[in-house]
């Protein structure tokens, strides 16, 4: 007999994230946990197959109680007994799958609710996952959607596309649900539907914080990817579409953002542009908050000081996943127009290489045919405090950020920053208020995808050593006034007491909308 977990203050929710994977968003994590430790947490995470070993990166804190994996990539196929089955209330299940997915985006929300009624619950379940893939039922629905989507592609494509876009779905609303009193998601997307099936079973608050984006790095990763199959084109033409099956994958995670907007009882990000997207991807404005990331001063202030090497050797480092959205090959590029201009400068990529092994030898072979292997050196994962005092500048060069920690950390041990014009790092380095902006840029920024300017940037800071110091101190003032993280989790932890003493969801904000 499986035991039940105990009822935790907090649940945490994440995909892909913590404590497997090392990052901004897991150091958040890890940080907010262990700055309230009279405050219980559980973890539930969605995660993609058992089959892929995973290794802990953290020394997980004795105030998570309990820990729950969801695979979404392992097929389970559940045919449990249906509690309530009545020919009625079926019909009425299958009309709402008809009619949630024919229907407009403003007017989903009424069939999912249904959805989630006939499905989420376990006890009022009328359909189970057999149903929906392998029953006749399920198969003149795909047939039929393919006909009015797609007539003209292949069936095959569409069939497993369809299947792959639906199957994490049903295994996270099958997933168990580690009781607590407070649900809070850390992104949308798949994390969201678990986030909304906990909101449905227990009727406890449900928040969000929302480091980057979650639709729109979807969208941007969606129409790069290569895995997904598209029609050979007989004639030239110009397309302004994805094709059909991007779209069908670009709009899966459109639904389940507006959705999750919709279950949350409070929504948080990072930073003002944030909460614009927010809006534009359907949230409630009512709803919506800001609590920037925070830097340990403790940690990272008194790195300022450490004397940086005496050996004539300039170092630029990037700090990061060597991941495509992180965009290390315009970095890589840069660094070449820098040394062309700079001399005895070194360049170094610290972060994890294993998250994308592909991309990461496609970024040697790069250094390799720019002949910059012995300027470039690729030193994994590492205790970035122990190298922030050896940079002279810190790079950015990624396509999609919130509110990079990084770029905080590497402000507070007084190392000026490159980055390019993502998320927040525009206010970052430049100042967000007039009274921010006054004390002055504490770096430069860049537009995406431009090596040449990212280059010219780090000449430029390498060159003038008045203006690297100008923004050294520009950069420790700035974070000691808005970025310190006790400030910052003093915030979440007031949140988690307001909602924790809400006897349900609706006595605070009105529940789901």
Known sequence: MTKTPPVADVCLILEGTYPFVTGGVSSWVHDLILSMPDVTFSLLLISASRSLTQKSRYKLPPNIVSFVECFIHDPVVHEETRWRWTPGRTSKMWKA????????????????????????????????????????????????????????????????????????????????????????????????????????????????????????????EINRADWIYSEPERVVTVKTTPGVLKEIWIDNFLVMG???????????????????????????????????????????????DVPRPNDGIRRIGFVGRVVPIKDVKCFIKGCKLCADQVPNVQFLVLGPTDEDKQY?????????????????????????????????????TSISEGQPLTILEAMCAGVPTVSTNVG????????????????????????????????????????DEGLRRQMIESGFKRIDAYYRQDKVFADYRAIYDRWIAAPDASAVAGGAR
């Open 360 to 396: 990461f030898k496609e970024c040697e072979a790069l250094v390799e045919m720019l002949h910059m292997q012995d300027k470039i050196k690729f030193y994994g994962s590492v205790n970035v405090r122990e190298y922030y005092p050896k940079l002279d500048v810190f790079v950015l």
């Open 424 to 463: 927040s790092c525009a206010e970052l380095l430049l100042g967000r208020t007039d009274e921010d902006r006054a004390l002055g840029p504490s770096g430069i920024i860049t537009n995406i995808g431009q090596p040449a300017e990212t280059g010219a940037a780090l000449a430029k800071l390498l060159s």
């Open 97 to 220: 799958v008809d009619r949630f997915h024919r229907e407009p985006m403003d007017r989903k929300g009424r069939w999912f609710a249904d959805l989630m009624e006939g499905y989420a619950i376990p006890s009022r379940r009328v359909v189970h996952t057999k149903d929906l893939l392998l029953s006749k039922k399920s198969w003149h629905y795909l047939v039929n959607t393919y006909q009015r989507r797609n007539p003209g592609g292949s069936f095959i494509d569409y069939f497993w596309t369809w299947r792959a876009v639906h199957m994490p779905i049903f295994q996270i609303v099958n997933a168990e649900t580690p009781p607590a009193k407070v649900y809070h998601m850390v992104s949308t997307g798949y994390a969201g539907i678990a986030g909304i099936v906990a909101k449905v079973r227990t009727g406890r608050p449900l928040l969000l914080t929302e480091h980057g984006i979650y639709v729109k790095e979807r969208k941007i």
């Open 258 to 304: 507006k959705l999750c907007y919709d279950y949350c009882d409070q929504i948080l990000t990072l930073y003002g542009g944030n909460m614009d997207l927010q809006v534009e991807f359907g949230a409630d404005p009512a709803k919506l908050g800001v609590i920037p990331n925070g830097v340990k001063m403790n940690l990272f202030g008194p790195l300022r």
